[in-house]
């Protein structure tokens, strides 16, 4: 009886330091994969693309999170990478801090060094708005970055031009369609920009072609069988990569930081490189 005892003891012990290895281990990548930014290059066939933007390359930067799990040095890496791409228009997202005020000075001094020949652009997130909307409107303009939230901006290329319109975030901002809109002619092609995919359902202007999110971080965990355990409020449908909508493609980025935990599990950190063709 004391042996079987002590083999069983042995066994259940054997199983449960298994476990607790595994567990460790899954943790361990978990975090390494949270710093692991890769470029995500993807073309997309836009219907009615202006001919003087096919082959346009847009880097699309969302979701850096400075702040506790987010250090200025991967800012910089971000920066860096984005640079590297040699993009003709770099967007950005939103959420350029997790919470605190004092970050967004810091964070804006290096996203100062963005720049492509056809601009670059901007909108404000949910983090953004709850740390300092006002200020980090002046930040983004002191350093020569183009604000659109709820209004647009003409881009001209080789002799054609598209309108790029950005929209606020739909989860605590106040999204303002029309206005974000108002500068379009009626035959213009609509490239839009907004932090949360929340709002894509309510984008259904048919000159809107293609709309760029971030917001999700495509859940940061992505499960075998079970999948993405975690989707933010009104994205159901929209937590990751091009999706087709009722009424334009959609692109949601995976994003750069994390949020909540410095963790991310088979959904890598990324900037985005799209490619627009004519299709």
Not at 163 to 187: E, K
């Amino acid at each position: 009886m004391g042996e079987r005892m002590t083999r069983r003891s042995f066994v259940k012990g054997a199983i449960g330091a298994t476990a607790w290895t595994a567990l460790g281990a899954g943790s361990a990548y978990s975090y390494w994969e949270s710093g692991d930014l890769i470029p995500h290059e993807l073309s997309i066939p836009i219907r009615n693309l202006p001919k003087g933007f096919e082959g346009v390359r847009i880097a699309f930067l969302t979701d850096l999170h400075r702040g506790v799990f987010i250090s200025q040095e991967y800012v910089q890496k971000a920066v860096e990478m984005a640079l590297a791409l040699k993009p003709d228009l770099i967007l950005l997202g939103g959420d350029y801090v997790d919470h605190d005020p004092e970050l967004i000075v810091p964070v804006m001094d290096f996203l100062g060094q963005l720049r492509a020949p056809l601009g670059v652009f901007a909108v404000q997130g949910n983090r953004d708005i709850r740390a300092n909307r006002t200020l980090t409107s002046t930040e983004l303009a002191r350093q020569g970055l183009t604000e659109i939230t709820n209004r647009g901006a003409w881009i001209n290329r080789n002799g054609s031009r598209l309108y790029l319109a950005g929209f606020d975030d739909a989860t605590i901002g106040h999204p303002n369609v029309p206005a974000g809109l108002s500068g379009a002619t009626s035959d213009a092609m609509i490239l839009a920009l907004t932090h949360s995919p929340a709002l894509v359902d309510r984008l259904k202007d048919p000159r809107i072609k293609l709309v760029c999110c971030g917001h999700t971080h495509g859940g940061q965990i992505n499960l075998p069988i079970v999948g993405r355990p975690v989707v933010p409020p009104g994205c159901e449908g929209y937590m990751l990569g091009l999706i087709q909508s009722p009424n334009a493609k959609v692109f949601v980025s995976a994003g750069i930081g994390v949020a909540y935990a410095p963790v991310r599990f088979r959904c890598p950190p990324e900037i985005s490189l799209l490619t627009l063709r004519a299709g």
